[in-house]
């Protein structure tokens, strides 16, 4: 009786460790990581960089200070001029005053200009690209732009061209105008700053990487020496500290850009980019401090790599729809006036996408007819193969999805399995006739049936 009463004592204290046991060993819920990143930070956004897909936002449509992560506008900017043929990277710039009194400022990031100097583009854009070089961006912005009042027109302009949304370009650095001494471009005021939405930084640097991918051979150099061998030689060491060797530097996967920014109002910011078993990704933070609200250039960096192991531990690129997928309520459609009275119709291409592993089954692809092409459930002969009769739309059960970065699904045209020729004149008659007396008995019967 003793003995019974022991073995149930203990089970009854057993009880509640076991409950902790099960509940601590059960695998984070996918919701559960994605809260547990608590980022201490103003605005933050993750995309995949291959199609724009939104992996994580948080607070990414308000405009906040952007600082220097400005020049990637600049290097777009620059980029696009240089394909044009409006500039190129050997072409000399002279020195003005502009450029040489905010170069002599070492308070800001700045490799020294002489008055008098000439300097190529390719060393003034890898000194703004590595060295986040201020003076050197405002010399690029002049070259393109003859002022940079005019270079500041042209980002804004770009800026709605890219389909940007809640920005305000007022120079080409990302400095404070106030920090300009006086010589802010036109039309802007001493207190202005640069700012936009964490989203539309991300977008920026999307369709800087697509358009422009060169970028990463030169935001990825750790450290170089600005005009070697000549007495104004100076160490450019990249303020991006997580790569590799660096102090910070991201031991996940392969971190090559893209820019950083940091000024008291913008605080610490950056837009990082790292690619891992072929998956790369975009991380911006804004405002970044620590646990104890303190800004460091740690902080930003702890904030990106939270973000980086989310994405690489929680996201890989699935097929959601393979291609030739036939919808099980509609495999086909109906034809008028062709040899065949139905169609075959399937997915084209697979659809392909970044999501979190666990969410694969979630998804389910929706078929959108092309209502011009298919009108009240039918498409008129003669028909080709492969003719696009509408596309996929995919459907999320559950959870939320955050869509993409510049608004577009993913999606695959869905056509035709083959082709149907048109009817001859003979056999459009007997169709005629057939719909005729088809009708006719219809409306025969129904008049019967009415009668009781």
Not at 99 to 106: A, E, F, L, P
Not at 251 to 273: P, Q, S, W, Y
Not at 381 to 388: C, Q, R
Request: aromatic share 10%; with cysteine.
């Amino acid at each position: 009786m003793k003995s019974a009463w022991n073995k149930a004592l203990v089970r009854w204290l057993l009880l509640p460790v076991l409950m902790i046991s099960m509940v601590v060993t059960q695998p984070l819920s996918t919701d559960a990581a994605e809260e547990s990143l608590d980022l201490f930070v103003d605005g933050a956004i993750l995309i995949d960089a291959d199609t724009g897909k939104i992996l994580y936002e948080k607070n990414a449509d308000t405009a906040l200070g952007i600082a220097s992560m400005t020049k990637m506008m600049t290097e777009y900017l620059l980029f696009e001029a240089i394909e044009n043929g409006q500039v190129t990277w050997d072409q000399q710039y002279s020195v003005t005053e502009y450029t040489y009194k905010i170069s002599q400022d070492r308070s800001l990031s700045n490799v020294p200009l002489r008055q008098d100097g000439s300097y190529s583009i390719k060393e003034l854009y890898e000194a703004m690209a590595i060295y986040s070089a201020n003076a050197a961006t405002i010399a690029i912005a002049e070259t393109i732009g003859g002022t940079e009042s005019e270079f500041v027109n042209m980002m804004n302009k770009k800026a709605k061209e890219l389909g940007l949304v809640d920005y305000k370009f007022v120079n080409s650095t990302g400095l404070s105008n106030a920090d300009l001494q006086g010589m802010h471009p036109q039309d802007t005021e001493a207190k202005d700053e640069n700012v936009m939405p964490a989203k539309s930084v991300a977008k920026l640097a999307y369709h800087l990487m697509k358009d422009y991918p060169q970028v990463l051979e030169t935001t990825s150099i750790p450290s170089k020496i600005f005009r070697e061998g000549t007495p104004d030689a100076i160490k450019m060491d990249n303020w991006n500290f997580m790569l590799p060797e660096l102090v910070y530097a991201y031991k996940g996967a392969k971190v090559d850009g893209l820019k950083t920014g940091t000024t008291d109002f913008a605080g610490h910011c950056f837009t990082g980019t790292a690619e891992k078993d072929g998956l790369r990704v975009i991380a911006v933070v804004m405002k970044a401090v620590d646990s104890e609200g303190v800004g460091s250039y740690k902080a930003r960096f702890d904030a990106t790599a939270a973000l980086f192991n989310y994405g690489f531990a929680q996201f890989a690129k699935e097929e959601i729809v393979p291609g030739g997928y036939e919808f099980k309520e509609q495999k086909d459609i109906n034809v008028i006036k062709g040899k065949e009275d139905k169609v075959g119709i399937a997915v084209k291409e697979p659809i392909e996408m970044v999501i979190k592993s666990s969410e694969k089954e979630l998804y389910t692809p929706k078929l959108v007819l092309d209502k011009k092409k298919v009108k009240d459930g039918s498409i008129e002969a003669a028909i080709k193969k492969d003719e696009v009769v509408g596309h996929v739309e995919l459907v999320k059960a559950e959870g939320k999805d955050y869509g993409y970065i510049n608004g577009t699904e993913k999606s695959s045209e869905v056509v035709t399995t083959e082709a149907v020729e048109r009817a001859n004149w003979f056999s459009l008659g007997l169709q005629a006739v057939g719909h005729f007396f088809g009708n006719l008995w219809s409306g025969a019967t129904d008049f019967v049936g009415g009668l009781f």
